[in-house]
């Protein structure tokens, strides 16, 4: 059975991980029979979001604790995560993919990104081990190859032009795809779909997740 690894930000698609993105990538790795091990970064989020309102609000969460919400069980900490145990990784969207594994969403391509996913995606890019990049994610994924020397990586984030030139900033390429489509990088083993980047509702977005799983699966 194949182990794939998916990193949540959070709980919530404004201040962590998307929630439908996250169970739909859940739901179809499960349809495959495959094994997961969901990990989170041990530290707090950059903001706690009222999803009623949209504003926000003054509490502190912890980004790990709160992915464990979604995981319906114990999340193990990003920094301990290793490509030797993995066959894959899957990173679902939401606002924190842009604010708690990176600060793409305050510095766009100048952003930083979380020491532990740098790693963990060099290790399995190296080891030729595919990677899943879910509506935002592909931005941050763009910045993290960049680190590696990768470059020329096709990804994409749906037709957003303004996403779109930050990952052509990092050096890779954008191809615009709808909700239901997926980007596929052979060389690199990349697979992208745009999810709640276009919405607009979980039916479109469960079929471009499950295209992507679907490949994903078949590199294995």
Same mark, same amino acid.
Request: proline share 5%; net charge negative; charged share 20%.
């Given at each position: ?19 439908? +993105?996250?169970?739909? =990538? ?14 989170? %970064? ?16 003054? +509490? ?21 995560? *290793? ?8 990173? %679902? ?8 594994? *990176? ?12 020491? #532990? ?5 060099? +290790? ?26 990768? *470059?020329? $990586?096709?990804? =994409? ?5 303004? =996403?779109?030139?930050?990952?052509? $900033?990092?050096?890779? *390429? ?5 909700? +239901?489509?997926?980007?596929? #990088? ?35």
């Amino acid at each position: 059975m194949p182990r794939i690894g998916v990193i949540l930000a959070g709980c919530g698609f404004l201040d962590g991980s998307e929630i439908h +993105e996250a169970v739909l =990538t859940l739901y179809h790795l499960d349809r495959h029979g495959a094994g997961v091990a969901c990990f989170a %970064p041990d530290r707090d989020q950059l903001h706690v979001v009222d999803h009623g309102t949209g504003d926000p609000i003054n +509490e502190v969460r912890n980004v790990r604790a709160e992915a464990a919400r979604i995981a319906r069980g114990p999340v193990d900490d990003l920094a301990e995560a *290793s490509a030797d145990a993995l066959d894959a990784l899957v990173i %679902p969207g939401g606002f924190g993919v842009a604010k708690n594994l *990176s600060d793409f969403a305050l510095k766009g391509p100048e952003c930083d990104v979380n020491p #532990d996913l740098v790693r963990l995606v060099g +290790e399995v890019v190296a080891a030729r081990k595919p990677v899943v990049a879910i509506c935002i994610a592909p931005a941050i994924l763009a910045a993290i190859l960049k680190r590696h020397g990768v *470059s020329g $990586a096709t990804l =994409t984030i749906g037709d957003d032009a303004d =996403t779109a030139g930050a990952i052509h $900033a990092l050096g890779q *390429s954008h191809q615009v795809c709808a909700v +239901e489509e997926i980007s596929v #990088d052979e060389a690199n083993r990349i697979v992208c779909t745009p999810a709640y980047m276009l919405g607009p509702g979980p039916a479109g977005v469960s079929e471009g997740i499950g295209r992507a799983i679907d490949q994903l699966m078949a590199w294995l």
